[in-house]
């Protein structure tokens, strides 16, 4: 089907005294894992606040296959699929791991039934059965951010943006999420953003990226054809890097 | 023995009503992060819905049960009135909101009923004693104790087996995260003013049973122990209010026992010094409630 994809649409945001994004566009399609790239301070999860509708844009627009969402509250935005992560945890401490999933699938409107089923499969899935009716603030980092992801599956988005997924886990622990996270866009027909700085597991997972450097996009495409744009290797390692790719 | 019953007793029945008053406080604390001030006006309305019904035939159970909902309706109209205009806007704003609320219904009910105390109806049972252990107790402080216990079930209930009070419980920990999952915030937060109602309204009937009489300004002195009650035992905890009700209740009663008569008219005094004890030692209150961040 056409038009399935979310967009944002030549944004432009600023902060006080700065122009965090200048006319920045992205799209991210269903059944594809988008990578966002860029140096710290770049523009990411500011683009990701204002696809969620945290941050307003001073002018451009975000659409949701075809519609254009610019005016909704990240509350009708969540319900219209669009969920995301945050680079810290944010769980409900206080609620069990079971509690967390449950409520985000009844809050996307599943009965209590459909809610208990949806928590059972993906306890499952993210192998965190073990946890269930532990509260989530005595889990550990790797395991808050799979019950995090899990959550957020749970109110079945189309499209889930996760800023820095993998941060602070260790190399078993961010091996094992993303072989999850590789299966989930054909299985649920999710497109899929990851900010990360790991680009290894970047490029294995990702099969666009796209790369913003003080808020501007510096070059989109195919993995391999992005990480060599001499643009993209001077926003992350200097001018001189470059130079020396140029001659080798 | 019959005055350990006695000060058991008096203990518990007192604690009861401080316990669920501190609860109806909390519950609005835990989510929005602001105290309702206007919540000892609540008391308020069920006494004065109480003594206008006095004139009526019906019987005095169902009396009691319009005075509960008006306490309730009266929480929900705290909530649209005074919090929901300026939620979002500063701390200081909804402060000042709750207190002109509070203001409003008490001088409604000076200008439109009186500023002297109005008698309330309350049934004979509340006037029965009873022998227990050789002491004499009020039947009135037994029903107090039963009727916060089946309160605390239902409360219990509704926050660990409802979808309501699951949401209530995500909502107060995270109230942005729980909004950007899609939980209907205003719909959270009226529930949350509804059962504070419910739980104000439930205390006026035995609080107004203890003192027999409403006044404009009766709200005060629920609305301090609520208060204090919620600070002892910890703002951000449900439990901690509850534990913080029952310790007030100890530490008043206690000193009831035990001050010689010249040094009684000071009790709030030394109440407040041990509260300050507390403090120093538990900043925080007794019980710690999850790490919140964010107000809005």
């Known amino acids: ?248 | 023995m019959a005055v350990y019953v006695q000060f058991l007793i008096d203990v518990l029945s007192l604690g009861s009503l401080y316990a669920l008053m501190a609860l109806g406080l909390v519950i609005v604390y835990g989510i929005l992060k602001l105290v309702n001030f206007a919540y000892g006006e609540l008391i308020m309305v069920a006494g004065y819905s109480l003594f206008l019904l006095g004139g009526t035939p019906l019987p005095w159970l169902v009396m009691a049960a319009i005075a509960v909902l008006m306490a309730i309706g009266a929480g929900i109209a705290t909530e649209y009135a005074a919090f929901r205009p300026v939620r979002s806007k500063s701390v200081t704003a909804v402060l000042i909101t709750s207190f002109a609320f509070s203001t409003l219904l008490q001088n409604a009910a000076l200008l439109f009923i009186s500023p002297r105390a109005r008698t309330v109806p309350l049934p004979d049972i509340f006037s029965d004693t009873v022998v227990l252990g050789g002491a004499t107790i009020p039947l009135r402080n037994i029903l107090t104790i039963v009727a916060a216990a089946i309160m605390l079930a239902i409360f219990s209930f509704i926050m660990k087996k409802t979808v309501l009070g699951l949401a209530m419980r995500a909502a107060a920990t995270k109230f942005t995260m729980a909004r950007m999952l899609g939980i209907p915030a205003n719909l959270v937060i009226t529930s949350a003013f509804a059962l504070s109602g419910l739980l104000a309204g439930v205390v006026s009937l035995f609080w107004l049973g203890r003192i027999g009489s409403v006044v404009p300004g009766i709200g005060l002195e629920p609305l301090l122990v609520a208060f204090i009650a919620t600070v002892i035992g910890g703002m951000r905890s449900l439990q901690g209010a509850v534990v913080g009700g029952f310790l007030l209740a100890l530490i008043v009663t206690t000193f009831n026992y035990s001050l010689p008569p010249e040094l009684l008219k000071f009790r709030d005094a030394f109440t407040f010094s041990l509260v300050i004890l507390i403090l120093l030692w538990r900043p925080d209150g007794l019980i710690k409630g999850p790490a919140t961040g964010q107000r809005t």
Not at chain 1, 205 to 213: D, P, V
């Open chain 1, 1 to 248: 089907m056409v038009n399935q994809s979310l967009k944002a649409n030549s944004v432009t945001v600023e902060f006080v005294g700065l122009r965090a994004l200048d006319n920045v566009s992205l799209t991210l399609n269903r059944r594809e894992i988008l990578g966002l790239i860029g140096p710290n301070g770049s523009g990411k999860t500011t683009l990701i606040n204002v696809l969620t509708g945290q941050v307003k844009p001073v002018s451009g627009t975000v659409t949701c296959d075809g519609e254009d969402i610019s005016a909704l509250l990240p509350r009708e935005r969540a319900l219209r699929g669009i969920l995301r992560s945050f680079q810290t945890v944010r769980l409900f401490s206080n609620l069990t791991v079971e509690e967390n999933i449950e409520v985000a699938a009844i809050a996307k409107g599943s009965s209590r039934r459909a809610a208990g089923r949806i928590v059972d499969r993906l306890l499952e899935e993210f192998s965190l059965g073990a946890y269930r009716a532990e509260l989530a603030s005595s889990l550990n980092y790797g395991d808050e951010r799979r019950v995090e992801i899990a959550r957020a599956l749970a109110a079945e988005p189309k499209y889930l943006l996760l800023d820095e997924p993998a941060a602070g886990m260790n190399e078993d622990e961010s091996a094992t999420l993303m072989q999850v996270l590789a299966r989930l866009p054909q299985e649920r027909d999710l497109g899929i953003i990851i900010i990360d700085h790991d680009m290894p597991l970047i490029m294995r997972l990702c099969h666009r990226l796209q790369a913003i450097a003080q808020g501007k996009t510096i070059g989109e495409g195919g993995v391999d054809e992005v990480r060599r744009l001499p643009a993209v290797i001077e926003a992350y390692l200097g001018a001189d890097a470059v130079e020396s790719e140029d001659h080798a």
